[in-house]
């Protein structure tokens, strides 16, 4: 599994329908009115990786495997959510269990759906959300560091450094700021991870626009890209709409030919993807012979250990080499044979860290 992305916003914003066009799947109901979504609906979309289909070209593999991404479509937040508006307490503790938001933001006018709020302003959308999950944050650390601060004055090692963390979180919380904002040590990071908090988690910021402006984004979604750039946070222009359209074309050359039509390279669903793989830190790397060719997902600065136990946990605990290509090496050498007699061809040992697109037979003991 890649990562698990949970696509999150106010009602009616389009966060159904771009679930449903990810996934390809209608399990998500789209209707014009608040809370559709009730139970959190979860698919798992394939990666697109045109290397991967280079690689199972050369090894002549009967079989493509690419690694597969989870999303999630939670209710929609309204104002109050922190305090159980709405569906806030499943929208709370839905949004705690995945790896990233990808925060879905009205760019459109459209007379014919209706918005929450009255009108369309995505900046003042994601200030409420991004304002109710501090709230959220603000009241778990609140309760926790009284127990924790009693805890360190009896000289307890782990509740002294939990509390150091925790205080330095309620005092960005408290300027209504996210956690992730939070000067944290990298001897620190383990513990704040820990701490599960919703404004913790890396967020992509999706602009939901009209078809026209698919390409090129509007206005609004301008504003949101500069606060997104701002952040650090990652944007992304789509149009749910276009990729509901797209997700019912049968062949890829239909797809391509659609989204040449409307000056697109590629769909909303590879955009999320890419922007998802650089707000978790993740790289991609294959295994490859006449049986299948298949990615595998880890995250950057895995080891080749942890890359064999992405594979099966035996391979891990057994652990021997990697036989490492790079894969343009693969490509350049026209295969693992080409790539032994030029050379390329590595033994590495468990402190390999891994580079995205290596090509691994791992060797192990078990």
């Known amino acids: 599994m890649g990562f698990n992305c949970g696509i999150?916003?106010?009602?009616?914003?389009?966060?159904?329908?771009?679930?449903?066009?990810?996934?390809?799947?209608?399990?998500?109901?789209?209707?014009?009115?608040?809370?559709?979504?009730?139970?959190?609906?979860?698919?798992?979309?394939?990666?697109?990786?045109?290397?991967?289909?280079?690689?199972?070209?050369?090894?002549?593999?009967?079989?493509?495997?690419?690694?597969?991404?989870?999303?999630?479509?939670?209710?929609?937040?309204?104002?109050?959510?922190?305090?159980?508006?709405?569906?806030?307490?499943?929208?709370?503790?839905?949004?705690?269990?995945?790896?990233?938001?990808?925060?879905?933001?009205?760019?459109?006018?459209?007379?014919d759906v209706t918005h929450v709020e009255g009108s369309i302003d995505p900046m003042r959308d994601a200030e409420i959300i991004e304002t109710e999950l501090v709230l959220a944050d603000l009241e778990s650390v609140e309760k926790r560091l009284p127990n924790l601060q009693k805890k360190a004055k009896g000289n307890d090692k782990d509740a002294k450094a939990q509390a150091a963390i925790?205080?330095?979180?309620?005092?960005?919380?408290?300027?209504?700021?996210?956690?992730?904002?939070?000067?944290?040590?990298?001897?620190e990071r383990p513990m704040f991870r820990q701490l599960q908090l919703l404004t913790a988690k890396p967020v992509m910021y999706v602009c939901n626009v009209e078809e026209s402006s698919a390409a090129t984004g509007n206005a609004l979604s301008e504003k949101v890209a500069a606060k997104a750039k701002a952040e650090g946070a990652a944007c992304v222009v789509v149009s749910a709409k276009i990729e509901a359209e797209v997700a019912m074309l049968e062949s890829p050359e239909e797809k391509q030919e659609f989204l040449n039509d409307l000056g697109l390279k590629e769909t909303g669903l590879a955009r999320v993807i890419h922007s998802g793989y650089g707000l978790l830190d993740l790289v991609t790397f294959f295994t490859v012979g006449p049986k299948e060719a298949r990615a595998w997902t880890v995250h950057k600065g895995a080891t080749a250990p942890n890359a064999a136990g992405?594979?099966?946990?035996?391979?891990?605990?057994?652990?021997?080499?990697?036989?490492?290509?790079?894969?343009?090496?693969?490509?350049?050498?026209?295969?693992?044979?080409?790539?032994?007699?030029?050379?390329?061809?590595?033994?590495?040992?468990?402190?390999?860290?891994?580079?995205?697109?290596?090509?691994?037979?791992?060797?192990f003991n078990v």
Do not use: W
């Not at 690694?67 to 949004?95: C, M, P, W, Y």
């Not at 036989?323 to 080409?338: H, K, L, R, S």
């Not at 032994?340 to 037979?361: N, Q, S, T």
């Open 166 to 187: 925790l205080e330095k979180v309620q005092a960005v919380l408290a300027e209504g700021k996210p956690a992730r904002l939070t000067d944290i040590s990298v001897e």
């Open 8 to 111: 999150v916003g106010m009602p009616n914003v389009g966060k159904s329908t771009l679930f449903n066009a990810l996934s390809s799947t209608q399990a998500a109901e789209a209707a014009n009115y608040p809370f559709c979504t009730i139970e959190p609906n979860t698919g798992r979309v394939a990666v697109p990786d045109a290397r991967l289909n280079k690689v199972a070209v050369i090894a002549g593999s009967a079989q493509i495997i690419p690694t597969q991404l989870e999303f999630v479509d939670i209710a929609g937040l309204v104002r109050g959510a922190s305090k159980g508006e709405g569906l806030g307490n499943q929208f709370l503790s839905h949004i705690r269990e995945v790896d990233a938001v990808a925060m879905v933001l009205r760019c459109f006018e459209d007379g």
């Open 310 to 363: 992405a594979i099966h946990t035996d391979f891990e605990k057994g652990f021997i080499r990697a036989e490492t290509i790079a894969y343009d090496d693969f490509i350049a050498c026209n295969g693992e044979q080409g790539a032994k007699e030029a050379g390329k061809l590595r033994l590495e040992g468990k402190e390999y860290i891994v580079k995205d697109g290596d090509i691994f037979h791992f060797r």
